[in-house]
C-alpha cells in the first residue's frame, strides 16, 4: 500500500509525461487507465501551454504556433507548475530562453521574453499612492544626496541588447505586426502598472542604471555616481519618475547609517 504523498507524486509525473508510472493508481471502470490518464495528460498540458500563451503572446507571434509548442514542452518538463495560480507558470521561461537558445543566434527571444514577464509581474503588483516632487522640497540642499526614492512594486528595469520594445509594440493588437530590424541595438525600458495599465518607456542605459539603484534602495547622490549619470540630467531623470508616477516616498538616511 502507497501512501498518499507517493500516489500524488506519481500521479504528478504522469500529468508531466510518464504514462506508466500512475497507471496501477487508477481504477479502469470502462476504460483502460492509461486511456484516462491520457487525458489528464493532455488536459494538464494544454492548461499549462494556455497560460504561458497568454504570458508571452508576442513571443509565441514572432516563433509561430508549433515551435512555441515545442518550447512549452521543454520549459515544463525543467519547470513545472508549483502553484494552483497559473499565472505564476511563466516566471523562469525567459531563464529558460536564455539557456535553450544560447549560440543559435536567437538569444534576442529570451529578452523578449524578459519584456513580456516584467509586463505581466507588473500587472500584478501592489499599487500604492505616488508623490509629487514637492516631497523633496522639505530637504536643505545638503541632504538631498543622502536622500532616497521608493518607487512603485510595479516598476521594472529591462536592458537589453536588442530592439525588444519595438518588436513588442509591432505585436500589440494596434501594432503593424512588421519585422524589426535587430541591428538597431539596445533597448532599455522601464515597465510599470498606472491608472490606464500598462506603461513602457524607452530610457537611456545610464537612466535605467540610476532608477535601477533607486530601486535597489540606494540613496541620490550614490545612485547618480554609480551610474555615472551626467549631475545635469538629474532634474530631467527625477521629472521623469515623479511625473510618471512612479515615486510613492522620499525617505533620509540617518547620520548613524552615514558614519
Known sequence: MHSLPEIQARFAATLRGDTESS???VAGDGLPPAGRLRI???NSRAMFEGALERSYPVLRRRVGEAYFSQLARGYRQRHPSRSGDLHWVGEHFPEYLSGTL??????WLAELAALEWAC???LV?????PVG????????????????LRLQDSLRCIASSFPVLDVWRANQPDGDGQPVDLAKGPQCVLVSCGETGLELREVSATMLDFTRRLRQGTVLGEALDLSGMPIESVAGALGLLFEAGLVTDVWHRSPEQET
Do not use: N, V
Open 23 to 25: 497507471a496501477a493508481d
Open 40 to 42: 489528464y495528460q493532455h
Open 102 to 107: 544560447a549560440g543559435t543566434g536567437y538569444e
Open 120 to 122: 505581466e509581474s507588473a
Open 125 to 129: 503588483a501592489a499599487q500604492s499612492r
Open 133 to 148: 516632487a514637492e516631497a523633496l522640497s522639505g530637504l536643505a540642499a545638503d541632504e538631498i544626496g543622502g536622500a532616497g
